[in-house]
């Protein structure tokens, strides 16, 4: 396979995965608002697996990763590319709180508001805005 179409593949499961971390937060909204026991269910439910779609996302959008610098090692040597693997260790630190909060509302243990996950909603923005920053200008 060559450099371009490892890279493709990459960018598909980054979309792939910031898909699920947008999305996630979201049902975390209407979730903690929930009301019913039928309305909870059908959340716990979709939550689970967006959550388990989107670890698979973020699973192929590092095995491509990692395929790309094996195939350009001289990457290792880029400041921006050092910037750029600290966000994502932010966003697989966030991911894995994702996946902690689905098992709490899967619990009935929610402690969280919704007003709160509408800012926790916000938080992979910042994340993208710095990823895609630091790929395309390369400011180091």
């Known amino acids: 396979m060559t450099y371009l179409w490892v890279k493709a593949l990459h960018v598909i499961f980054v979309v792939t995965w910031f898909a699920g971390l947008f999305y996630l937060p979201r049902l975390f909204v209407y979730h903690a608002d929930a009301r019913d026991d039928v309305g909870s269910e059908r959340f716990k439910i979709m939550e ?3 959550y388990l779609l989107m670890t698979m996302g973020a699973t192929l959008t590092a095995a491509f990763g990692v395929a790309l610098l094996a195939m ?3 990457l290792l040597q880029a400041g921006w590319v050092h910037a750029k693997l600290a966000l994502l260790a932010g966003l697989v630190f966030y991911h894995v709180w994702c996946g902690r909060l689905v098992s709490r509302f899967r619990d009935g243990r929610n402690v969280h508001s919704s007003k709160w996950y509408r800012a926790f909603n916000e938080v992979p923005t910042l994340f993208l805005f ?3 920053i630091l790929a395309i200008v390369k400011p180091f």
């Open 130 to 132: 710095g990823i895609v």
């Open 48 to 50: 689970r697996r967006l």
């Open 72 to 74: 350009n090692p001289g």
